[in-house]
């Protein structure tokens, strides 16, 4: 059975930290791992990742993927309040030539205060 | 860039009454739409993968003649809930794919469906 597993569940650390959010998985048919955060709504896309080894940065936001580990880390660093959110790791699957589906993790929710 | 509206945004309902969740792509047309339910601290499900013009794909356990849906355009897709009980209360959210990869979904702001 395909599973993503997140850690830590939930984070709370003070404005100006730096955290690190964990995303393992074990899925047939691998194609990439996302990175979303979901606010209060609808899941705004982060990042996707296929090579491993390769970081993608945007902002104070990074990932890196580990395909011979199976996971995937997050860093968020000198985190502000406005990165308070639930944050969604999820792997895309699928064969060739057939519409690939997403298998979301249960998220990482953090909490950043002042 | 790509945006998804749904609607309702909120719906509470009778136990035993159908309930219909509209997904639209607004400024794209997509192939493929996505429909998941969130469950209070839990992920995203996947429920379904609908096909302009085609039967939806079910993921296994959920009852298709349950969930009813229907992407009658490029445009639209509907979810309508049958015969809703309580367990159905959820948060119901699609998302939209401009070329039938998941990678590029774009999701809605979702539905919060109450049933009493």
């Known amino acids: 059975e395909d599973k993503v597993v997140q850690s830590p569940l939930s984070l709370v650390v003070h404005e100006g930290d730096t955290v690190t959010l964990n995303c393992s998985y074990e899925?047939?048919?691998?194609?990439?791992l996302l990175w979303y955060k979901q606010e209060k709504k609808a899941p705004t896309f982060l990042f996707m990742l296929t090579s491993s080894g390769i970081e993608k940065k945007s902002g104070r936001l990074s990932s890196i993927l580990d395909k011979k580990e199976l996971f995937s880390i997050l860093n968020i660093t000198a985190t502000q309040t406005g990165d308070s959110a639930v944050y969604l790791c999820?792997?895309?699957?699928?064969?060739?030539?057939?519409?690939?589906?997403?298998?979301f993790g249960t998220g990482t929710r953090l909490q950043v205060t002042l | 860039g790509a945006v998804v509206s749904q609607h309702p945004s909120r719906v509470i309902c009778k136990s035993g009454t159908s309930v219909k969740i509209e997904c639209r792509s607004l400024d794209f047309q997509a192939t493929t739409m996505f429909w998941y339910r969130q469950f209070p601290k839990q992920s995203l499900m996947l429920m379904a993968t609908s096909n302009e013009g085609s039967k939806a794909t079910y993921e296994q356990g959920v009852e298709k003649d349950k969930f009813l849906i229907n992407h009658a355009s490029l445009t639209l897709s509907t979810l309508t809930v049958t015969s809703a009980h309580p367990e159905d209360s959820s948060f119901y959210i699609c998302?939209?794919?401009?070329?039938?990869?998941?990678?590029?979904?774009?999701f809605g702001p979702g539905t919060r469906l109450t049933v009493t």
């Open positions: 998302s939209a794919s401009l070329f039938g990869s998941s990678y590029e979904q774009y």
């Open positions: 899925v047939t048919n691998f194609r990439s």
């Open positions: 999820a792997v895309e699957r699928g064969n060739t030539g057939t519409a690939s589906k997403l298998t």
